[in-house]
Protein backbone atom coordinates (compact mmCIF):
# COMPACT_ATOMS: atom_id res chain seq x y z
CA UNK A 1 0.00 0.00 0.00
CA UNK A 2 1.22 3.59 -0.67
CA UNK A 3 2.43 5.81 2.30
CA UNK A 4 0.14 8.09 2.05
CA UNK A 5 -3.32 6.10 1.30
CA UNK A 6 -5.30 7.67 3.88
CA UNK A 7 -3.95 11.54 2.58
CA UNK A 8 -7.21 14.38 3.58
CA UNK A 9 -9.23 10.87 5.46
CA UNK A 10 -10.39 11.37 9.23
CA UNK A 11 -10.51 8.37 11.32
CA UNK A 12 -12.23 7.71 15.03
CA UNK A 13 -10.79 4.52 17.51
CA UNK A 14 -12.55 3.60 19.80
CA UNK A 15 -10.96 1.91 22.58
CA UNK A 16 -7.80 3.20 21.41
CA UNK A 17 -5.42 4.41 24.32
CA UNK A 18 -3.31 1.35 24.35
CA UNK A 19 -3.28 -2.27 22.38
CA UNK A 20 -4.22 -3.28 19.69
CA UNK A 21 -6.68 0.37 19.31
CA UNK A 22 -3.21 2.50 19.80
CA UNK A 23 -1.39 0.11 17.08
CA UNK A 24 -4.35 0.72 14.76
CA UNK A 25 -4.25 4.63 15.56
CA UNK A 26 -0.79 4.02 14.25
CA UNK A 27 -1.13 2.20 11.67
CA UNK A 28 -3.42 4.29 9.95
CA UNK A 29 -1.39 7.74 10.87
CA UNK A 30 1.61 6.06 9.00
CA UNK A 31 -1.09 5.69 5.98
CA UNK A 32 -1.87 9.36 6.46
CA UNK A 33 -4.92 9.50 8.30
CA UNK A 34 -5.39 12.24 10.92
CA UNK A 35 -6.89 10.25 13.87
CA UNK A 36 -9.28 10.59 16.92
CA UNK A 37 -8.71 8.30 19.50
CA UNK A 38 -10.86 6.81 22.44
CA UNK A 39 -10.86 5.44 26.20
CA UNK A 40 -11.97 5.84 29.32
CA UNK A 41 -10.88 9.13 31.15
CA UNK A 42 -8.68 7.56 34.21
CA UNK A 43 -5.15 9.06 34.72
CA UNK A 44 -3.59 5.98 33.80
CA UNK A 45 -5.15 6.28 30.40
CA UNK A 46 -4.31 9.31 29.62
CA UNK A 47 -0.74 8.89 30.18
CA UNK A 48 -0.80 5.95 27.38
CA UNK A 49 -3.38 8.12 25.04
CA UNK A 50 -0.75 11.06 25.09
CA UNK A 51 2.09 8.80 23.90
CA UNK A 52 -0.32 7.45 21.29
CA UNK A 53 -1.10 10.93 20.40
CA UNK A 54 2.65 11.74 19.98
CA UNK A 55 3.23 8.78 17.73
CA UNK A 56 0.27 9.84 15.72
CA UNK A 57 1.88 13.44 15.35
CA UNK A 58 5.37 11.97 14.41
CA UNK A 59 3.66 11.34 10.85
CA UNK A 60 2.66 14.52 10.31
CA UNK A 61 -0.73 14.13 10.73
CA UNK A 62 -3.78 15.53 12.89
CA UNK A 63 -4.31 13.70 16.56
CA UNK A 64 -6.84 14.31 19.14
CA UNK A 65 -7.92 12.34 22.04
CA UNK A 66 -11.82 12.49 23.46
CA UNK A 67 -12.52 10.07 26.31
CA UNK A 68 -15.59 8.92 26.82
CA UNK A 69 -17.43 5.83 28.59
CA UNK A 70 -18.90 3.82 25.93
CA UNK A 71 -21.36 1.86 28.01
CA UNK A 72 -23.45 5.68 28.26
CA UNK A 73 -25.50 6.65 25.32
CA UNK A 74 -25.11 10.22 26.16
CA UNK A 75 -21.07 9.64 26.17
CA UNK A 76 -21.37 7.74 22.71
CA UNK A 77 -23.43 10.80 21.74
CA UNK A 78 -20.78 13.47 22.96
CA UNK A 79 -17.92 11.58 21.63
CA UNK A 80 -19.36 11.06 17.55
CA UNK A 81 -20.23 15.13 17.85
CA UNK A 82 -16.59 15.74 19.31
CA UNK A 83 -15.02 14.09 16.34
CA UNK A 84 -17.45 16.16 14.41
CA UNK A 85 -16.14 19.71 15.69
CA UNK A 86 -12.68 18.77 15.71
CA UNK A 87 -12.18 17.47 12.02
CA UNK A 88 -15.90 18.56 10.54
CA UNK A 89 -16.18 15.27 9.07
CA UNK A 90 -15.24 11.38 9.91
CA UNK A 91 -14.11 8.42 7.15
CA UNK A 92 -13.62 6.08 8.84
CA UNK A 93 -15.02 4.14 12.42
CA UNK A 94 -13.19 1.67 14.23
CA UNK A 95 -15.24 -0.20 16.71
CA UNK A 96 -12.65 -1.67 18.89
CA UNK A 97 -13.61 -1.01 22.60
CA UNK A 98 -15.31 -4.08 23.72
CA UNK A 99 -14.63 -5.56 27.47
CA UNK A 100 -14.28 -9.44 27.95
CA UNK A 101 -15.85 -11.31 30.27
CA UNK A 102 -16.58 -15.30 30.45
CA UNK A 103 -18.41 -15.73 33.62
CA UNK A 104 -20.85 -18.28 33.68
CA UNK A 105 -24.52 -16.82 33.16
CA UNK A 106 -25.36 -18.26 36.33
CA UNK A 107 -22.57 -16.39 38.09
CA UNK A 108 -22.96 -12.94 35.92
CA UNK A 109 -24.29 -10.16 37.08
CA UNK A 110 -26.92 -7.95 35.56
CA UNK A 111 -24.07 -4.76 35.41
CA UNK A 112 -21.56 -6.89 33.94
CA UNK A 113 -24.16 -8.07 31.14
CA UNK A 114 -25.04 -4.45 29.87
CA UNK A 115 -21.84 -3.41 30.39
CA UNK A 116 -20.74 -6.12 27.84
CA UNK A 117 -22.98 -5.88 25.70
CA UNK A 118 -23.56 -2.15 25.49
CA UNK A 119 -19.78 -1.29 24.62
CA UNK A 120 -18.90 -4.01 22.28
CA UNK A 121 -22.51 -3.82 20.47
CA UNK A 122 -25.18 -0.87 21.56
CA UNK A 123 -21.58 1.27 20.74
CA UNK A 124 -21.52 0.31 17.22
CA UNK A 125 -25.14 0.70 16.40
CA UNK A 126 -25.18 4.40 18.52
CA UNK A 127 -21.40 5.10 16.83
CA UNK A 128 -23.28 4.69 13.45
CA UNK A 129 -26.28 6.03 13.67
CA UNK A 130 -24.30 9.49 14.12
CA UNK A 131 -21.28 9.67 11.70
CA UNK A 132 -22.64 7.05 8.89
CA UNK A 133 -25.20 9.64 7.83
CA UNK A 134 -22.33 12.80 7.36
CA UNK A 135 -20.04 9.62 5.46
CA UNK A 136 -23.08 8.97 2.73
CA UNK A 137 -23.33 12.27 2.17
CA UNK A 138 -19.73 12.97 1.50
CA UNK A 139 -19.97 9.76 -0.36
CA UNK A 140 -16.96 7.20 0.97
CA UNK A 141 -16.82 5.94 4.55
CA UNK A 142 -15.68 2.38 5.94
CA UNK A 143 -16.59 0.55 9.17
CA UNK A 144 -14.93 -1.95 10.94
CA UNK A 145 -16.17 -3.89 14.18
CA UNK A 146 -14.34 -5.86 16.30
CA UNK A 147 -15.35 -9.55 16.50
CA UNK A 148 -13.47 -12.22 18.33
CA UNK A 149 -12.48 -15.58 17.87
CA UNK A 150 -15.28 -15.96 20.90
CA UNK A 151 -17.98 -15.77 18.32
CA UNK A 152 -17.26 -18.96 17.22
CA UNK A 153 -17.28 -20.62 20.56
CA UNK A 154 -20.46 -20.95 23.10
CA UNK A 155 -18.60 -21.25 26.41
CA UNK A 156 -17.44 -17.27 26.62
CA UNK A 157 -20.74 -16.28 28.04
CA UNK A 158 -21.65 -13.07 27.16
CA UNK A 159 -19.09 -11.76 25.57
CA UNK A 160 -20.04 -14.50 22.97
CA UNK A 161 -23.12 -13.39 22.99
CA UNK A 162 -22.24 -9.78 22.05
CA UNK A 163 -19.40 -10.80 19.42
CA UNK A 164 -21.74 -12.44 17.59
CA UNK A 165 -24.21 -9.58 17.46
CA UNK A 166 -21.49 -7.92 15.98
CA UNK A 167 -21.36 -10.09 13.09
CA UNK A 168 -24.93 -9.65 12.47
CA UNK A 169 -24.81 -6.04 12.83
CA UNK A 170 -21.80 -5.93 10.44
CA UNK A 171 -23.72 -7.64 7.97
CA UNK A 172 -26.99 -5.79 8.20
CA UNK A 173 -25.36 -2.37 8.82
CA UNK A 174 -23.40 -3.22 5.01
CA UNK A 175 -27.00 -3.50 3.70
CA UNK A 176 -28.19 -0.41 4.54
CA UNK A 177 -25.16 1.78 3.82
CA UNK A 178 -24.09 0.73 0.83
CA UNK A 179 -22.82 2.16 -1.98
CA UNK A 180 -21.18 4.67 -0.04
CA UNK A 181 -19.50 2.58 2.91
CA UNK A 182 -18.49 -0.52 3.25
CA UNK A 183 -18.84 -2.52 6.94
CA UNK A 184 -16.89 -5.03 7.74
CA UNK A 185 -15.67 -6.75 11.07
CA UNK A 186 -12.14 -8.20 12.00
CA UNK A 187 -12.52 -11.48 14.30
CA UNK A 188 -8.84 -12.32 15.51
CA UNK A 189 -7.94 -15.11 17.42
CA UNK A 190 -5.82 -14.91 20.61
CA UNK A 191 -3.03 -12.22 20.28
CA UNK A 192 0.79 -12.45 20.88
CA UNK A 193 0.43 -9.48 23.32
CA UNK A 194 -2.16 -10.62 25.03
CA UNK A 195 -1.46 -13.84 26.21
CA UNK A 196 -0.82 -12.74 29.86
CA UNK A 197 -4.37 -11.87 30.34
CA UNK A 198 -6.07 -15.14 29.11
CA UNK A 199 -3.41 -16.78 30.97
CA UNK A 200 -4.90 -15.31 34.31
CA UNK A 201 -8.09 -16.81 33.02
CA UNK A 202 -6.73 -20.50 31.67
CA UNK A 203 -3.37 -21.40 32.09
CA UNK A 204 -3.37 -24.28 29.45
CA UNK A 205 -5.08 -21.99 26.89
CA UNK A 206 -1.62 -20.72 24.96
CA UNK A 207 -0.57 -24.72 25.34
CA UNK A 208 -3.73 -25.70 23.79
CA UNK A 209 -4.39 -22.74 21.29
CA UNK A 210 -0.72 -23.52 19.64
CA UNK A 211 -1.50 -27.23 19.17
CA UNK A 212 -4.34 -26.21 17.36
CA UNK A 213 -3.05 -24.14 14.58
CA UNK A 214 -0.93 -24.95 11.82
CA UNK A 215 1.20 -21.50 11.70
CA UNK A 216 2.21 -22.89 14.87
CA UNK A 217 1.98 -18.86 16.20
CA UNK A 218 -0.37 -16.28 17.00
CA UNK A 219 -1.24 -13.34 15.44
CA UNK A 220 0.14 -9.83 16.75
CA UNK A 221 -1.49 -6.70 16.96
CA UNK A 222 0.52 -4.84 13.60
CA UNK A 223 -0.88 -7.91 12.06
CA UNK A 224 -4.69 -7.43 12.73
CA UNK A 225 -4.06 -3.16 12.02
CA UNK A 226 -2.38 -3.46 8.89
CA UNK A 227 -5.42 -5.83 7.85
CA UNK A 228 -7.78 -3.12 9.35
CA UNK A 229 -5.94 -0.99 7.17
CA UNK A 230 -5.62 -2.95 3.77
CA UNK A 231 -9.41 -3.12 4.20
CA UNK A 232 -10.25 0.23 4.44
CA UNK A 233 -8.06 0.40 0.85
CA UNK A 234 -9.48 0.75 -2.41
CA UNK A 235 -8.47 -3.12 -2.77
CA UNK A 236 -11.03 -4.04 -0.72
CA UNK A 237 -13.81 -1.59 -2.44
CA UNK A 238 -16.05 -4.33 -3.13
CA UNK A 239 -15.66 -6.56 0.27
CA UNK A 240 -18.24 -5.21 3.22
CA UNK A 241 -20.33 -7.52 4.94
CA UNK A 242 -17.54 -9.58 5.60
CA UNK A 243 -16.40 -11.05 9.48
CA UNK A 244 -12.42 -12.26 9.02
CA UNK A 245 -11.24 -14.69 11.01
CA UNK A 246 -7.24 -14.16 12.18
CA UNK A 247 -6.16 -16.94 14.00
CA UNK A 248 -3.25 -19.10 12.33
CA UNK A 249 -6.09 -22.02 11.42
CA UNK A 250 -6.42 -22.74 15.09
CA UNK A 251 -10.13 -22.00 15.18
CA UNK A 252 -10.79 -24.18 12.21
CA UNK A 253 -13.54 -26.51 12.73
CA UNK A 254 -12.46 -29.99 12.90
CA UNK A 255 -14.05 -33.19 14.35
Same mark, same amino acid.
Given at each position: MTEK????? !?? =?? /???????????????????????? !?? =?? /??ELAAEGDRVLDCIRAYGVQAAAVPADLSKSSEVHRLCRQAIETFKRIDIIVNNAGPFNIDPYLELNEEMWDMVMDINLKAIYLTTRELAPQMKANGWGRIINMCAGSAFVRNHGVYTLAKVGVQVITE???????????????APGQIHESLPAITQFDPTFSERYMARSPVKRFVTRAEIANIIALICSPAFDTMTGMTIQINGGAEIPRF
Open positions: LFDGK !NA =LI /TGAYRNLGAVTAETLARYGASVII !ND =LD /TPSLALELGPEITVNAI
